[in-house]
């Protein structure tokens, strides 16, 4: 990136990272326009030489490695739990298909969505039973409906003036009596409540609950990593490892909803 280019975009991010400046943007729902800007998939290239763990955006850390291998362990329990042999799976933001690799010798039927076509690419070489569908969700007319839906990590790129839109499509794709899995980083301050940074929304568990209860009977919704329950915004929150960022996979929420 040159020289200009991070001054813009600091430039950029220090101006968003404002919930005054933000409280204008939402009213005016001109958030989409942000997202377009800034989410790190729409241009990110996968590198052959990188393992999938580094193509999915994450770093090779003992603290992401522990946070990721409880994630794994998650999904594989709870899709055990609920889907039986030649059930349908889907999987929202799979990325090079980390997760997905995770049910690639099963019985069931697994379908894909990415924005980012060149990791669709990279999934497809790896996981080629799958059928793959690129683009944004809310954009993407599916052909089918599915008994699990699951979408880790992607809830922080879905504007606030979509997220009920996006909840309904979720309700739509699903059979009756269907599972949806969320997990998704959470808010840890009171900065993050108020919506702080648009580039990133780390959402309050209370009002996903809210948004999510017309629709669906929640089952499970608690802190991914121990356990707790956190309403607005964890005032507990764990540290980053990483002198770089404040920010840490640790702090995620796990959802586990039926549809109604």
């Not at 669709?120 to 690129?134: A, D, F, G, L, V």
């Not at 991914?224 to 640790?250: H, M």
Request: positive net charge; hydrophobic residues 35%; proline residues 4%.
């Amino acid at each position: 990136m040159s020289f200009l280019k991070k001054i813009v975009k600091l430039i950029f991010h220090r101006t968003l990272n404002n919930f005054v400046i933000n409280f204008f943007i939402i009213k005016f729902k001109l958030e989409k326009v942000i997202y377009k800007f800034s989410n790190p998939y729409l241009k990110f290239s996968v590198q052959n030489n990188k393992s999938i763990q580094e193509n999915a955006g994450y770093s090779l850390r003992p603290e992401i490695d522990e946070v990721l291998i409880k994630s794994k362990l998650d999904l594989q329990t709870y899709s055990k739990n609920y889907l039986s042999e030649g059930a349908s799976i889907l999987d929202i933001g799979c990325g090079p298909g980390m997760y997905l690799s995770l049910f690639q010798n099963s019985n069931l039927q697994l379908f894909a969505t990415d924005l980012n076509a060149d990791m669709i690419e990279y999934s497809k070489r790896h996981i080629p039973n799958c059928k793959y569908y690129q683009g944004s969700f809310l954009d993407i007319e599916f052909l089918e409906t599915y008994n699990f839906v699951y979408c880790i990590g992607v809830l922080v790129y879905i504007p606030l003036s979509d997220i009920k839109k996006f909840i309904q499509k979720l309700y739509s794709i699903l059979k009756p009596n269907s599972i949806l899995y969320l997990n998704y980083p959470h808010a840890i301050s009171l900065f993050d409540y108020l919506y702080n940074d648009l580039t990133y929304i780390q959402y309050a568990p209370q009002r996903v609950e809210e948004w999510l209860e017309p629709y669906f009977t929640i089952i499970k919704h608690e802190h991914a990593f121990d356990g707790r329950k956190v309403e607005t915004y964890d005032k507990q929150p764990y540290k980053s490892l990483n002198p770089n960022t404040t920010r840490t996979y640790k702090n995620s929420y796990l959802l586990i909803a039926q549809k109604k």
